[in-house]
């Protein structure tokens, strides 16, 4: 695999601009190598604060994509590994499991080994992590994408969503932007979530100097109202594509195990449900890429709350 870090001293000199400024970041180039671009399929990641309801999201969207009749691929990148289990109804292996298993020798690996398929035939691997502060999660998503190559997975899929845990921090959690085609950030109508939004959108600028992903817009999760998002997003640039409201429906269908999709009948939960569905239409058809100007930590302070 084509890994390696960008030393401080080094950055912003050569011909390749660094990702990031003032920063040592994870490469894993998929121009340079061709075992991680992912073709064909329209690619994902899905990012927001860290318990913003994205492993939520994802999984509830992946089945929305199934429904309109895509084939697809769901992937946590998150050492706890629990993104999937609304889909799958357990805690499945992670990659770094089943290598360790065969000494990280990954010829020996079958597909079964890491794959699981989940409620409507939504197939669905979890990376896993390093040990913590050990290691780079960079590592991880390189190492999952080429396993799923080499085993020809990707090759039979439309859609690929990545789940990427918390707020962009480093090079290695913002891997997933090198292999999308659009982020899509979760948020709520609050403080917190809006400010991790915006380090978000400064992190996805940052990669889009070197790769293809752009921003396609926010999903406003448990949000009755968007009165502060909705201030954001003008300033900005963004754009809201769907909104989810702060109902028990949902908090219940992770505690079910279940996506909302196998939850018993309701007009709200029906609401819900059409929503992830047009949100999922519209994706497939496709967004524009939207070229945003992140604010400073400052202004974001002066700007959101009440007059």
């Known amino acids: 695999m084509n890994v390696a870090t960008v030393p401080v001293s080094r950055i912003g000199k050569g011909p390749r601009p660094a990702d990031g400024e003032g920063s040592v970041q994870v490469h894993m180039d998929p121009s340079k190598d061709p075992s991680l671009k992912i073709d064909g399929a329209k690619v994902f990641a899905i990012y927001g604060k860290g318990g913003i309801g994205k492993s939520t999201t994802s999984s509830n969207l992946s089945v929305a994509f199934s429904k309109l009749g895509k084939r697809v691929l769901q992937i946590g990148c998150d050492p706890k590994h629990d993104s999937t289990f609304t889909l799958t109804k357990r805690m499945v292996p992670t990659v770094i499991d089943v290598l360790e298993t065969v000494n990280f020798h990954p010829e ?156 018993d009948d309701s007009p709200e939960l029906r609401a819900v449900q059409d929503e992830y569905l047009r949100l999922a239409a519209r994706l497939w058809a496709g967004t524009d890429p939207l070229i945003c100007d992140p604010m400073k930590d400052r202004d974001i302070f002066d700007l959101l709350g009440f007059d």
């Open 108 to 263: 020996e690996l079958r597909v079964e080994d890491f794959v699981y398929e989940g409620y409507n035939g939504v197939m669905c691997v979890e990376a896993g992590g390093p040990p913590a502060g050990t290691g780079c999660g960079g590592y991880v998503v390189g190492q999952t994408v080429k396993l799923l190559k080499e085993h020809h997975l990707l090759e039979e899929t439309d859609v690929v969503i990545f789940d990427v845990l918390g707020d962009v921090v480093c090079g290695g959690f913002a891997a997933p932007l090198q292999h999308a085609d659009r982020a899509l950030i979760v948020t709520a109508n609050d403080f917190d979530s809006i400010f991790a939004m915006n380090r978000i959108v400064q992190a996805i600028g940052a990669k889009s100097k070197n790769y293809n992903v752009r921003l396609g817009g926010v999903i406003a999760n448990r949000s009755d109202d968007t009165d502060q998002i909705d201030k954001y997003n003008g300033r900005v640039g963004l754009q809201t594509m769907a909104r989810f409201p702060q109902l028990d429906v949902i908090r219940k269908s992770r505690l079910k195990k279940a996506t909302l999709f196998e939850m």
